[in-house]
């Protein structure tokens, strides 16, 4: 097999089950990582882009932006990373690069071209996964990845709320909803 070969589980139509599914991922890009799936969480986003109830999807959906693993490849301007490393790949695997933000180290406030990591693009339900490398975050090797995967969706956008509002550990806040991002709000 091709090392651009990623074998995957998609869904090819909306509604419709995962099925094994095999593509041509192209060459590595420069600004790209590529990681060896270890773990991948399944969020109700997921199952959103495979139902296209946002109406954005892009068949096949290669869902799944908890994606934890090991840096298999590195592209000539990926920086601060290394082989072999831990890595986990939350909601946005691609920015521009070129916009003010971007330039600025303020990626997320990307106002240019900008890839969620299962909106046209293929996502952790599979054996790799690539993203750019300002997006790939370095993990302990010793954090459990099934504690780490829902960390970079519902544990950020929990945590980045009480950051923005400066809340701390002697502030009271209230949290409705013990659910998916409840229960995250719980332990922060």
């Not at 097999?1 to 099925?19: G, P, W």
């Not at 068949?59 to 592209?75: F, M, N, Q, S, T």
């Amino acid at each position: 097999m091709s090392e651009n070969r990623i074998r995957s589980y998609a869904a090819l139509t909306a509604k419709s089950a995962l099925v094994p599914h095999e593509f041509d991922a192209g060459d590595l890009s420069p600004h790209q990582v590529e990681v060896k799936v270890e773990y991948c969480g399944l969020c109700h986003s997921d199952l959103s882009m495979i139902d296209n109830d946002w109406g954005v999807s892009q068949y096949p959906v290669i869902a799944g932006h908890e994606v934890i693993g090991k840096i298999v490849r590195l592209g000539s301007e990926a920086k601060g990373l290394k082989l072999g490393q831990r890595v986990g790949i939350g909601w946005t695997a691609e920015t521009c690069q070129a916009c003010d933000h971007c330039l600025a180290g303020q990626q997320v406030l990307c106002t240019g071209e900008r890839k969620a990591t299962i909106v046209g693009h293929a996502g952790g339900f599979a054996d790799k996964v690539r993203a750019g490398w300002q997006w790939v975050i370095p993990l302990p090797d010793d954090l459990a990845p099934e504690s780490a995967g829902p960390l970079l969706c519902g544990g950020i956008t929990v945590f980045d709320p009480l950051l923005k509002h400066q809340i701390q550990a002697t502030h009271h806040v209230g949290v409705i909803g013990i659910g998916g991002l409840g229960h995250m709000a719980l332990n922060c």
